[in-house]
């Protein structure tokens, strides 16, 4: 009896550190069919926590099925046609962000014709803005923190499985989160960010501090 109890109470204290309040975790065959729907198959310790854990909540975006679709709280469904792509590293479109924001229009380059240049701009801004989205093809929204930043979990390419800090809206920068910057800045996994507050994971003296 009193061995039959202890193994209740660690089971007991196993789910309730292992399972935050929530929704509860997916069945193999939910986790199977929004795998197949949205085209990819999801980072190891991610289809683990769905599994096991939750399909998500306040500290993970949700993962829901509406209407028969899955997808993303908090997360754009505009976007769904780019997560199959392979979520790229940042230092690899560095020289293409050059070029485009160097052929950026200028108003003095049509002095006689602003017609043509509101032209110009807008389709430079169109493509500025297909650029943006590309950036983070491949991956989910994982969390926002609000002010436009927001942590994110590539799903797909080399990078599948690691978190990332989206700080475009201050400062045009995909970072990764890492418990190491001192020692070359190792992308944190899902399980070792999950738990910690992504703003600690923030490159030190590199980045604004948390909002007050």
């Known amino acids: ?95 293409a962000d050059d070029a485009l924001l160097r052929r950026e229009p200028r108003a003095e380059d049509y002095p006689d014709d602003e017609e043509a240049f509101s032209w110009a701009w807008t389709a430079w801004d169109d493509e500025a803005g297909e650029f943006e989205d590309r950036k983070t093809a491949g991956a989910i929204v994982l969390k926002e923190h609000g002010c436009g930043f927001a942590t994110l979990l590539a799903l797909t390419g080399p990078l599948a499985g690691t978190v990332w800090w989206d700080g475009r809206a201050t400062c045009d920068l995909i970072v990764p989160l890492s418990l190491d910057h001192a020692g070359g800045g190792r992308p944190a996994t899902f399980d070792e960010w999950l738990g910690r507050d992504s703003w600690d994971l923030l490159p030190p003296d590199e980045w604004a501090r948390r909002p007050v």
Do not use: K
């Not at 061995?3 to 975790?25: E, H, I, K, M, Y």
């Open 1 to 95: 009896m009193i061995r039959l109890l202890g193994a209740v109470r660690a089971r007991l204290t196993r789910d309730s550190v292992q399972r935050p309040a929530g929704p509860p975790p997916l069945t193999e065959a939910e986790t199977a069919e929004a795998e197949a729907q949205l085209g990819v198959t999801f980072p190891q310790e991610y289809r683990r926590y769905l599994l096991e854990v939750s399909a998500g909540g306040p500290a993970v975006a949700r993962l829901e099925r509406t209407g028969g679709v899955w997808w993303w709280a908090d997360n754009s469904r505009a976007r769904r046609d780019l997560l199959a792509l392979p979520f790229p590293h940042p230092d690899s479109y560095d020289e």
